[in-house]
């Protein structure tokens, strides 16, 4: 038992742990949540129903459901003195550096007045965690630009609140489009969870030591940070305006399929899914109806749906079962809804805060707390004789 181990880089075929969470199919393409599948909650929830599916485990009553959002707004606030934090900013931080920071300072905010081992606290820290992801990510946005800060307002559900916060200024009327909502909101829900991606797994480690919760979260916004996780819906927008038109498609599918795997086509492949990633078909299809609610012109989508169709007709994809997903298309949308690309990551990180935490609460509710701690297999040196360094030469 104690010397005996599987070497498994990348822990392609390691399963660290249980969980009730969410299911996924690669071969299928199927991903459900707490038994829903996704295309369902997609078309008929709203990220604070799927919010609560995680925390509670069960979808909520009309009245629950009221409730709980009224909760999760009046919890959008944060301590005026985390507003501090952005002025210390170089002006052209990567917002994704002000998350890190902003949310790891949450722990120096919130650390005495609970106890993880208590259930009912744990539902409180999820709470307060998910609710003010949107405002600590507005409030990024508009640091960066020299904008005034905007409070959340009870005037507005929490999808709402996020783009007031983003976008309205003492200058204009903030007016809710319903459309732009929707989109938004279903975008929410695609990201919630995904079981034990690079991201979540680091909050689970990270949490495994008994570490503050917020912190833990900190620790999942960088792993979900580079190019090969979150870090892709920004990378895919960049290097959909770097091709520029279907003319070069050929030439960048030639640089995704050399060997040195300097370039890979972003938005392309994934760990689990074999088959195409069911949010990125949700993604696709919405794509259309916002870009004509937006009158933006299509001709980057159309440019990544050439780019998608030629890349599946070539062996290199086929054989390795390179499929779209969920990073392909959500840039389009961003940009269209006026979000700036390098904003898309913070994006995913407000998203994602729900399936962190709630995956952060299950690990806890373990009637068994284990560190987690792998193996490594040692190919270094031999041990050898220590040379005092006035006898090295
Ligand atoms: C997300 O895990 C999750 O659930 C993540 C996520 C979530 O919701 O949390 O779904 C969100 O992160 C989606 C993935 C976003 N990342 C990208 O789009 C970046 C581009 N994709 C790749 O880097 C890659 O596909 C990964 C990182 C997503 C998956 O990598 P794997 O499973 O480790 O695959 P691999 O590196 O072992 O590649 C297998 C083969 C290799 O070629 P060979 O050695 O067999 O010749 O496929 C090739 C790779 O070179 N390959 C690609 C490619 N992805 C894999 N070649 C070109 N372009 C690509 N995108």
């Known amino acids: 038992k104690s010397g ?52 509670y485990g069960h979808l909520p009553s009309q009245k629950e459901l009221q409730l709980f959002e009224e909760t999760m707004v009046s919890e959008m606030m944060i301590n005026e003195k985390l507003i501090e934090f952005y002025k210390g900013f170089a002006s052209d931080s990567h917002p994704m550096a002000i998350m890190v920071g902003v949310v790891g300072a949450l722990s120096a905010f919130m650390h005495k007045d609970f106890d993880v081992n208590d259930p009912r606290d744990r539902e409180y820290i999820a709470i307060k965690l998910v609710a003010k992801m949107p405002t600590l990510a507005a409030y990024a946005y508009r640091t960066a630009l020299g904008l005034p800060i905007v409070y959340p307002s ?10 007031y916060m983003m976008f309205s200024t003492p200058m204009n009327d903030f007016n809710v489009d319903k459309v732009i ?37 900190a620790a999942g916004i960088t792993a979900l940070w580079g190019p090969y996780h979150g870090g892709a819906n920004e990378a895919v927008l960049n290097m959909l305006k770097e091709i520029g038109n279907k003319e070069n498609i050929p030439k960048y599918l030639q640089k995704a399929k050399s060997k040195d795997n300097s370039f890979r086509l972003m938005g392309f492949g994934h760990r689990v899914y074999k088959n195409y990633d069911p949010r990125a078909k949700v993604m696709q299809e919405m794509c259309y109806n916002v870009l004509e609610k937006t009158k933006r012109a299509n001709d980057i989508l159309e440019l990544a749906i050439q780019l998608e169709q030629t890349a599946l007709k070539e ?21 269209a ?50 040379i005092p360094i006035q006898n090295r030469k």
């Open 4 to 55: 005996y181990f599987t070497l498994d880089p990348g822990f392609s075929s390691t399963g660290a742990c249980m969980s009730t969470m969410t299911y996924i199919d690669g071969d299928k393409g199927e991903l459900l949540y707490r038994g829903y599948p996704i295309e369902i909650l997609a078309k008929y929830s709203s990220y604070i129903e799927v919010c609560y599916l995680f925390i």
């Open 154 to 163: 009870k005037k507005y559900s929490f999808i709402e609140n996020f783009l």
């Open 181 to 217: 909502v929707k989109a938004l909101d279903t975008i929410f829900m695609l990201h919630a969870d995904h079981e034990q991606n690079a991201s979540t797994s680091t909050v689970r480690i990270a949490g495994s030591s008994l570490a503050n919760p917020f912190a833990c979260i």
């Open 315 to 335: 062996d290199y994809f086929i054989q390795r079962k390179l499929y779209p997903n969920v990073d392909f298309y959500t840039g389009i949308v961003y940009e």
């Open 337 to 386: 809804l006026s979000i700036p690309t390098s904003m898309f990551t913070v994006m995913f990180a407000v998203q994602r805060s729900i399936g962190w935490i709630c995956q952060w609460m299950e690990m806890m509710s373990e009637k068994v707390q284990r560190i987690s701690r792998p193996r490594q297999l040692y190919v270094g040196e031999d041990q050898r004789e220590y």
